[in-house]
């Protein structure tokens, strides 16, 4: 059993499709973060950076914060979603790095700058959009001709995957990226993504036009 503390945002998700993908049995705990509940010290005790999500491992006492070390966890726990081929694992590990140092943060600046405090910071702004937009041309070119980043459906998936399903918020059209698009589309329709998407707070899935 896995108490997992979420909630509805990308890196929150990230863990529980993880967990719905995996079959793993879990209990929701909500951290409400627009009340501040990240920084209530109990929380503090199992993530101490005061940021959603973070689980504990009730078969074995582990706590964990931060997204990719709890997907990382995941995949270990149960040999699934990391592949074991050195290539393959290697490729779902770099492409889970893109997401955690490049991905979420600029994505993150673009949420913060454009969606929600537009005509602020004009440099700001620019030079987020600028990156998200470079970085959605990295992926698309990566994933021409394949399925999925990693060849095989994989945790780097499921990390990049909750941050392109806010495109709207980017002002992001996915068709300027078609195989991020159909990627997107794919994923989507996976019924634990489906699942998994909905926790701690019911919200429809974005589709694209
Ligand atoms: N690198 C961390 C980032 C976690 C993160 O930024 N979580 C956000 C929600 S997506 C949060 O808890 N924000 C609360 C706050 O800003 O105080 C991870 O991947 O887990």
Known sequence: MIDLYTWSTPNGRKVSIALEELGLDYTVHAIDITKDEQFDPDFLKIAPNNRIPAIVDQDNGTTLMESGAILMYLAEKTNRLLPSNTEDRWRAIEWLMWQMGGQGPMLGQ??????FNPGKAEYAEQRYLGEAKRLYGVLNKRLDGRDYV???????D??????????EWQTIDLNEFPHVRDWYIRIAERPAVKRGYVVPNVQEIPVPA
């Open 150 to 156: 990693a060849n095989h459906y994989s945790i780097a």
């Open 158 to 167: 499921i990390a990049i995957w909750p941050w392109v399903s806010r495109f």
């Open 110 to 115: 673009v949420h913060h700058f454009v969606r």
